[in-house]
């Protein structure tokens, strides 16, 4: 049976779930905030622990971003509130939002989430929905891999500047080898439009303009990436 995925541009799911914060309906209760639904294998388990905590460390930061964290596991509520309270007793980390139980997976067949890694519990997906319900993003992990958290956060505000600003924004932004932290100018649509842009912009050619956004949007992201590379 091929696997149904919520596509980017596509309005999320209707969904009625239960959570360890009470039952939640996606994505109506978070209209006007964006939300990251990932989902984890299992409960208990060493790889979904460091995660769990790798995101509960940085859940302000998706909150000053103005979205929510919402998990996912084929766990029953009993088993997420257990996997929470141990994490609290053997780290001191406070879990701050919701976990989806999907004993049946039932929501997971329907996010796309059962690969065929295993039919019974979820590979790491992430999905990114803005403010409207629409979904902006998928990323995909094999069980065997944590995610890497700070460029969850990274893609976050760069879809928010895209967004905000009404360009592209390159490889590695805001580190990248070309242009640095500048964005990437829509594509023209008239030939005069082609022309006026290479005066406009600084310019490759005229499908490649690039011009300045704000300073402090880009240093916002590179702080995530500072903590990847170690640098802070």
């Known amino acids: 049976m091929p696997i149904q995925i919520p596509a980017i541009g ?3 799911p209707e969904l009625t779930v239960q959570t360890t914060h009470g039952v939640k309906k996606l994505p109506d209760d978070y209209r006007g905030k964006w939300f990251v639904l990932f989902s984890h294998p299992a409960d208990f ?22 979205a929510e964290l919402i998990g996912l596991s084929v766990d029953s509520t009993f088993s997420h509130i257990k996997w929470i309270e141990w994490i609290k007793e053997k780290f001191g980390i406070e879990i701050p939002f919701p976990v989806i139980a ?6 997971a067949t329907k996010l796309g989430m059962l690969h065929a890694q295993s039919r019974t519990h979820t590979v790491r ?6 403010p409207n319900g629409i979904v902006r993003a998928v990323l995909y992990y094999p069980q065997e ?7 969850i956060l990274r893609l976050l505000k760069a879809l928010q500047v895209a967004d905000k600003y009404g360009v592209a924004l390159p490889a590695n932004w805001p580190n990248n080898e070309l242009i640095g932290e500048r964005a990437i ?11 006026e842009r290479l005066q406009k912009y600084q310019c490759y ?6 011009r300045e956004i704000p300073r402090e ?9 500072s903590r990847v590379s170690g640098s802070s």
């Open 10 to 12: 596509e309005r999320f």
């Open 102 to 107: 999907d004993p049946r997976g039932e929501v």
């Open 205 to 210: 050619d005229w499908w490649f303009c690039h």
């Open 45 to 66: 388990t060493p790889v979904c622990t460091t995660e769990f905590i790798a995101f509960a460390k940085r859940y302000e930061e998706f909150r000053k971003l103005n």
């Open 185 to 195: 100018v829509p594509p023209a649509t008239t030939i005069q439009e082609a022309k």
């Open 125 to 130: 997906a992430v999905f990114i929905v803005d």
């Open 145 to 151: 891999i944590g995610r890497l958290v700070d460029e």
């Open 217 to 225: 949007e880009a240093e916002e992201a590179r702080k995530f990436l």
